[in-house]
């Protein structure tokens, strides 16, 4: 058993225990995301009857664009024929990774479970990287204390294998948290949709993967007490003008956007820009991370819905059953080293 | 036509006046016994009743929905922090009407309660038990969907106000359509697996549970809480709970996280940990 087997069993969990709509995409679908711009400014949200701007409704971004900008792209904005190109080079990418027979050892087949990005609705942009500052697309540099903080992590992985308990593992194939969650919200592979709902006073966000749910007050009450420490922080929330923002603090350190610390401020907007469209950015400020702050941004496109209960760990025979072949490996080599030592 | 020829008519007129009134008075009594409570909760924006907030059970129903005596703590250690409070209980009647088949299961549950019991392992709870664990929960109401969203394991229910559907799935949660009836928020939820219990004491169900809610605001800081229970496979009737709830009035009241996977992941997982090799 390679490292592969078990990559792709540890994956299973989520798999199994959800079902996904989808849509499938009409060819031509690529959206004109100028045009969807200059448009945006046109529009004037729905309110709720307590005169909230209405940002309710099941939402998806479900998104090829990578969170920074590929090394051999120089530009902000592909045109729609590179953007869709592009596309179609990550579904395939992702589709040699998962159709049975390309590779030996594959068991977990996205497409055949309809659950990757190609066969759902996609929130398409024309942007090369979802980074919008730094200009260049990319994450700022670490700060020093990132870099410790960096080089603490690779010297830990060097001793303690990703399959020799539990807690080594990741957080999704714990099923502890997933990126979609956040704050700030990033895209998942799969099953990248929301719910919002809005009550007076209160915005919810449900993320599909894993139920999490976001209750964001807007009644500028103070933060918490520093000794507070979340996985998701605590939020609150206010309105300016039709824009919606988020601000979070009293975070964990173990939020998964990757090498993050306790110390960071996620800063996150919403704005709907049409009926089908929330225009969502993010600025996240972690002086104990990286030298500045920086900003990304995505739209989250309306989906049909409805969300499904995603009862990760409940059916998580995947990490139980790694972690079983992981020690039979190990019973395997020991053995046959000791057959080694006899001869 | 039939005639009635022997009543004068001044006396029919009477006796039909003193009829009408006491059928009046008849209806107007049960009207108002079916009623209670007569308080009328404050009003959302869209006119219905406002059950926005952060509500939590205040009982023992999930050591046992039962009535039944306090008792020792199934670990040892914990000493008298996990001993069970005693509870008058919240099943109408005291019992839960099992049928023979089941309540041996229920037992068999009961003595294993300490590796069996859902909770243990932070799965998801269920309905109805999800609204009364030691936790608060938070309605967050809209017109389309009210939301239930409970701090115990983040878990979850959309209640769809309209569209209703069969649920497309079955699962812990269950699938909830709701409907307003005067003051009542009634919730119908079916489409359950089998794995839920309703509380630490081993009572259980099968995936043909059928829950049906009624929440009323009684006074501006509490609920009524009712559901009747019904699965033929278990139980010889539909059965029927009930008790308050009530509203956290801190002002800076929020659901915590409690991403419990994280406790009990040794428990889970322990045993498949790498050995380390002795030095």
């Given at each position: 058993?390679?490292?592969?087997?078990?990559?792709?069993?540890?994956?299973?969990?989520?798999?199994?225990?959800?079902?996904?709509?989808?849509?499938?995409?009409?060819?031509?679908?690529?959206?004109?995301?100028?045009?969807?711009?200059?448009?945006?400014?046109?529009?004037?949200?729905?309110?709720?009857?307590?005169?909230?701007?209405?940002?309710?409704?099941?939402?998806?971004?479900?998104?090829?664009?990578?969170?920074?900008?590929?090394?051999?792209?120089?530009?902000?904005?592909?045109?729609?024929?590179?953007?869709?190109?592009?596309?179609?080079?990550?579904?395939?990418?992702?589709?040699?990774?998962?159709?049975?027979?390309?590779?030996?050892?594959?068991?977990?087949?996205?497409?055949?479970?309809?659950?990757?990005?190609?066969?759902?609705?996609?929130?398409?942009?024309?942007?090369?990287?979802?980074?919008?500052?730094?200009?260049?697309?990319?994450?700022?540099?670490?700060?020093?204390?990132?870099?410790?903080?960096?080089?603490?992590?690779?010297?830990?992985?060097?001793?303690?294998?990703?399959?020799?308990s539990?807690?080594?593992?990741?957080?999704?194939?714990?099923?502890?948290?997933?990126?979609?969650?956040?704050?700030?919200?990033l895209?998942?592979?799969?099953?990248?949709?929301?719910?919002?709902?809005?009550a007076?006073?209160?915005?919810?966000?449900?993320?599909?993967?894993?139920?999490?749910?976001?209750?964001?007050?807007?009644?500028?009450?103070?933060?918490?007490?520093?000794?507070?420490r979340?996985?998701?922080?605590?939020?609150?929330?206010?309105?300016?003008?039709?824009?919606?923002?988020?601000?979070?603090?009293?975070?964990?350190?173990?939020?998964?956007?990757?090498?993050?610390?306790?110390?960071?401020?996620?800063?996150?907007?919403?704005?709907?820009?049409?009926?089908?469209?929330?225009?969502?950015?993010?600025?996240v400020?972690?002086?104990?991370?990286?030298?500045?702050?920086?900003?990304?941004?995505?739209?989250?496109?309306?989906?049909?819905?409805?969300?499904?209960?995603?009862?990760?760990?409940?059916?998580?025979?995947?990490?139980?059953?790694?972690?079983?072949?992981?020690?039979?490996?190990?019973?395997?080599?020991?053995?046959?080293?000791?057959?080694?030592?006899?001869? | 036509?039939?005639?009635?020829?022997?009543?004068?008519?001044?006396?029919?007129?009477?006796?039909?006046?003193?009829?009408?009134w006491?059928?009046?008075?008849?209806?107007?009594?049960?009207?108002?016994?079916?009623?209670?409570?007569?308080y009328?909760?404050?009003?959302?924006p869209?006119?219905?009743?406002?059950?926005?907030?952060?509500?939590?059970?205040?009982?023992?129903?999930?050591?046992?929905?039962?009535?039944?005596?306090?008792?020792?703590?199934?670990?040892?250690?914990l000493?008298?922090?996990?001993?069970?409070?005693?509870?008058?209980?919240?099943?109408?009647?005291?019992?839960?009407?099992?049928?023979?088949?089941?309540?041996?299961?229920?037992?068999?549950?009961?003595?294993?309660?300490l590796?069996?019991?859902?909770?243990?392992?932070?799965?998801?709870?269920?309905?109805?038990?999800?609204?009364?664990?030691?936790?608060?929960?938070?309605?967050?109401?809209?017109?389309?969907?009210?939301?239930?969203?409970?701090?115990?394991?983040?878990?979850?229910?959309?209640?769809?106000?309209?569209?209703?559907?069969?649920?497309?799935?079955?699962?812990?949660?269950?699938?909830?359509?709701?409907?307003?009836?005067?003051?009542?928020?009634?919730?119908?939820?079916?489409?359950?697996?089998?794995?839920?219990?309703?509380?630490?004491?081993?009572?259980?169900?099968?995936?043909?549970?059928?829950?049906?809610?009624?929440?009323?605001?009684?006074?501006?800081?509490?609920?009524?809480?009712?559901?009747?229970?019904?699965?033929?496979?278990?139980?010889?009737r539909?059965?029927?709970?009930?008790?308050?709830?009530?509203?956290?009035?801190?002002?800076?009241?929020?659901?915590?996280?409690?991403?419990?996977?994280?406790?009990v992941?040794?428990?889970?997982?322990?045993?498949?940990?790498?050995?380390?090799?002795?030095?």
């Amino acid at each position: 058993m390679n490292r592969r087997f078990l990559a792709s069993v540890g994956a299973l969990p989520i798999a199994v225990a959800v079902v996904s709509l989808v849509r499938v995409p009409l060819l031509g679908q690529t959206p004109a995301a100028g045009a969807r711009a200059a448009s945006a400014k046109a529009y004037t949200p729905p309110r709720t009857p307590d005169g909230q701007p209405d940002l309710q409704g099941f939402w998806t971004n479900s998104t090829y664009t990578p969170l920074e900008r590929p090394k051999d792209v120089t530009k902000e904005f592909y045109t729609p024929a590179e953007a869709a190109e592009a596309e179609k080079k990550a579904a395939a990418r992702e589709g040699e990774l998962t159709t049975p027979g390309t590779v030996a050892d594959v068991h977990y087949d996205f497409s055949q479970f309809g659950l990757d990005r190609s066969q759902a609705t996609l929130a398409r942009n024309l942007r090369t990287s979802l980074i919008t500052n730094p200009e260049n697309g990319r994450l700022p540099p670490l700060s020093a204390e990132g870099q410790k903080r960096a080089a603490e992590r690779a010297e830990l992985a060097k001793r303690v294998g990703r399959w020799d308990s539990a807690e080594s593992n990741q957080l999704d194939d714990r099923c502890l948290i997933m990126a979609g969650a956040g704050p700030p919200m990033l895209n998942t592979a799969y099953n990248a949709n929301y719910q919002i709902v809005q009550a007076p006073g209160q915005v919810m966000i449900l993320t599909e993967m894993i139920h999490d749910v976001r209750i964001i007050p807007l009644d500028a009450r103070p933060q918490p007490h520093r000794n507070v420490r979340q996985w998701m922080g605590v939020s609150t929330g206010r309105w300016e003008g039709n824009t919606l923002v988020v601000e979070t603090t009293n975070f964990n350190g173990k939020n998964p956007l990757e090498g993050s610390s306790e110390n960071m401020r996620v800063t996150e907007r919403f704005t709907r820009v049409a009926a089908d469209t929330i225009h969502y950015t993010f600025t996240v400020d972690d002086p104990s991370t990286w030298t500045r702050a920086w900003t990304a941004e995505m739209p989250m496109r309306s989906s049909e819905g409805p969300l499904f209960e995603h009862a990760c760990h409940e059916g998580n025979y995947g990490l139980y059953n790694t972690l079983v072949g992981a020690r039979l490996e190990e019973k395997k080599a020991a053995e046959a080293a000791a057959r080694g030592e006899k001869k | 036509m039939i005639r009635v020829p022997s009543l004068p008519r001044t006396r029919f007129v009477t006796l039909t006046r003193v009829l009408m009134w006491a059928a009046a008075g008849l209806w107007l009594a049960t009207a108002v016994a079916a009623q209670a409570p007569a308080y009328r909760a404050p009003r959302t924006p869209d006119g219905k009743p406002n059950l926005n907030g952060i509500w939590q059970a205040m009982n023992t129903a999930n050591w046992d929905v039962e009535a039944h005596p306090a008792g020792p703590s199934l670990i040892r250690e914990l000493g008298a922090i996990a001993a069970v409070p005693g509870g008058l209980g919240v099943v109408e009647g005291g019992e839960i009407p099992y049928r023979p088949e089941a309540l041996a299961k229920r037992n068999q549950n009961r003595a294993k309660r300490l590796t069996l019991d859902p909770e243990i392992k932070c799965y998801l709870p269920g309905v109805p038990r999800a609204m009364y664990m030691p936790s608060p929960f938070q309605i967050v109401q809209s017109q389309k969907h009210i939301m239930i969203a409970h701090e115990y394991a983040g878990a979850v229910r959309t209640i769809y106000m309209e569209k209703h559907t069969e649920a497309p799935a079955d699962s812990w949660m269950g699938w909830s359509n709701g409907h307003w009836e005067g003051e009542t928020l009634v919730v119908d939820t079916k489409g359950f697996n089998d794995l839920s219990w309703f509380d630490r004491a081993g009572n259980f169900h099968s995936e043909d549970l059928h829950v049906v809610e009624r929440i009323t605001a009684r006074s501006p800081e509490t609920l009524n809480y009712e559901a009747t229970i019904e699965d033929p496979k278990v139980f010889t009737r539909p059965w029927k709970i009930s008790m308050p709830l009530y509203r956290h009035v801190e002002p800076n009241a929020r659901l915590m996280e409690f991403r419990c996977v994280e406790f009990v992941e040794d428990l889970i997982y322990g045993h498949l940990r790498k050995q380390q090799p002795a030095k």
